[in-house]
């Protein structure tokens, strides 16, 4: 054991890192099914005993727990009911320009879902706002097939 | 079952894939940054805690026992070492050169009183016990960089075992002369 001498000061080491995990998460029969189905541009929903139809579909009941099965062809367009805009875009969310993290009830869903909506100014947003999805070039059925969605008035289909 | 609607749609998919990355830029605290230049240049520095009197390697800024800070002043610590604790990995980890079965082990290094993780290599796996003796395998010093992968893997030094037990009680009486 020997008293080492300290090497003299030195410039102040900085690394970029970089921590993955690299998940891989299986659908089951119904959000499969839902995924799947976005490849065609369709929206699957699920109907409760009480008639209320969800989107995104789940498996069973999430208040009597029964296991769902009708499906329900939902509409594409859309309600905004409450959002939060985002003023400074990071990488991952895929946005060159602001954008909104919206729930967006669509037509024949009894209950909202997450996405983006892409609006020129924060002012064009707000609860009551009719959207459309913009569907990728590309879809591999997953949510990300939708890009964002935009007011319905721009979509000409 | 769920039934399907008409018209016929796709088989469900089975599987998304869904990586987390984090990506964050480390700066080294003063401690580290000695740490990383020394092991640079090929040598290992610990530090002694002025708290518990425990060699700690590599050297943190504050003593994980007693929440002092450590000293500016390095120790020198030796290329050999004794396993502690040992586990035989059987499966791949992805990315990793690393083929399978190989030694992870918890090295103490002689002089210290805080083991790490490194690997053993060139022997036989059952050679590989709590107690044996090891030495670093340092990479060629045009290779080496800032981080403890400048040693390649540790290999058996054909030293005797050590009784980890009275090893641990010596150092630990050591270590309350410098608390």
Redesign the interface.
Known sequence: ????Q??AP?A???????????????????I??C???L??H?F?G?KRSDGSVLFPPLEYDPETAES??????LGDTGTVEGYCWVKHPRDKHNELAPFAWALIKLDGADTPFLHKVRVPDESVICPGLRVKPLWVAEPQ??ITDIAAFVPASEVNS | ?????SPD????????????????????NPQ???F???IK?G?I?GVRSKGSGKVLVPPPGVCPETGTLTP???????NNGTVLSYTIVHLPI?NSKLKPPFVVANILL??ADQAFSHLIAECELKDVQIGTRVRAKWKPEEEWD?GLENIEYFVLSGEPAVDIESHREARLQEAAKHA
């Open positions: 054991m020997s008293a080492g300290p090497p030195e102040l080491l900085e690394a970029e890192f970089e921590l993955g995990f690299t998940y891989s998460r299986t659908l089951g029969p119904v499969g099914t995924f799947a189905v490849a065609n369709r699957l699920i769902l099965s009708e499906w329900v062809e059925g997953d | 079952m769920t039934s399907r609607p749609i796709p088989e469900p998919k089975e599987m998304v894939e869904r990586p987390v990355y984090l990506t964050y830029r480390y700066r080294a580290s940054n000695r990383l230049h020394a240049q040598l520095l500016g002043e390095m120790i020198e610590l030796s992805p002689d002089g800032y």
